[in-house]
């Protein structure tokens, strides 16, 4: 995949959606999330979405009013909340007739051989029954010692397990700037060749709010971890998804290695069928 105007014809993609984007006031944005989503698989793309937002979700439910620091509670959090996020999901792809599948792993699911192969054959039948997989970190049984880190890393890691042709990260941000876009001389970052080191670029750390973690380091290395594997990268903001899936110029385009590597995660690079 050479170009975002490549996007609608894709084969299989990976979209990921942060906690922020679709959850509290923020949850609304689940319909045109959906609506997007709904008409990338009506073109016959296979469409997984990576959906952080458990935790958010549940705390309401809990009595919450910020993100719980012990692991206990946000274990009972992300329980409650996992279950009424993927109804959300499947109520507002009701109208479209597509069925969502709920897929949870660990960090431990992609480095064990055996459960790497069985998430990948269960990921491969989901889509060709042209289920919609939802794909979250199971944050019910992870740990803070073994866990992705991020669901940015995770969308990377699920794209090269399921050989998708591009991965699409969304967030609050329409695209990836020099430096973080509220301070002077900020410029917007179209496209990344791959091979580029960014260097001269501040990203900034990796953000935790209230209801999550992550931020536009995260993004960029996930992006390059893609990119590395043979898939291409769009980054950009969930207001923008329709346009993004569409083929508009928006976001910043990370172009894909010509020759793909193996990450350790997730083993030998498939050949796209």
Same mark, same amino acid.
């Given at each position: ?47 997984? %979405?990576? =959906?952080?937002? *458990? ?8 009595? /919450?009013?910020? !993100? $719980?620091? @012990? ?9 409650v909340g996992q279950n009424i996020l993927v109804y ?72 090269? %397990?399921? =050989?998708?042709? *591009? ?8 695209? /990836?700037?020099? !430096? $973080?876009? @509220? ?17 001269g670029y501040e990203f900034g750390s990796v953000v ?21 594997a043979g898939v291409a990268v769009l980054v950009t ?37």
């Open positions: 995949m050479s170009s975002r105007a490549d996007l609608p014809a894709a084969r299989r993609l990976v979209v990921k959606v942060g906690s922020s984007s679709i959850s509290g006031d923020n949850a609304a944005n689940i319909q045109p999330l959906v609506e997007a989503l709904a008409a990338a698989h009506g073109r016959g793309t296979e469409v997984v %979405l990576v =959906s952080s937002g *458990a935790i958010a979700t549940g705390m309401p439910f809990l009595a /919450l009013d910020a !993100r $719980p620091s @012990d692991l206990a509670t946000q274990q009972a959090a992300a329980a959300r999901y499947q109520e507002a792809l009701r109208p479209f007739t597509v069925v969502a599948g709920q897929v949870l792993l660990t960090a431990g699911d992609l480095e064990n051989p055996t459960h790497r192969s069985n998430a990948r054959r269960a990921m491969e039948r989901l889509l060709g029954l042209r289920i919609l997989p939802i794909v979250n970190e199971n944050d019910t049984v992870a740990t803070h010692e073994i866990r992705f880190g991020d669901n940015d890393r995770l969308a990377a890691l699920v794209a090269q %397990l399921i =050989s998708a042709d *591009a991965l699409v990260l969304l967030s609050d941000i329409a695209c /990836l700037y020099t !430096r $973080p876009p @509220d301070e002077p001389g900020a410029r917007p970052i179209a496209e990344v060749p791959y091979g580029d080191d960014l260097s935790v709010n209230s209801v999550g973690t992550g931020g536009a380091a995260t993004k960029v290395s996930a992006a390059r971890l893609a990119a590395a903001s969930i207001d923008l998804v329709d346009s993004a899936l569409g083929g508009g110029e928006v976001g910043t385009w990370f172009a894909p290695n010509p020759h793909p590597v193996e990450h350790p995660l997730t083993g030998p690079v498939l050949t796209r069928r």
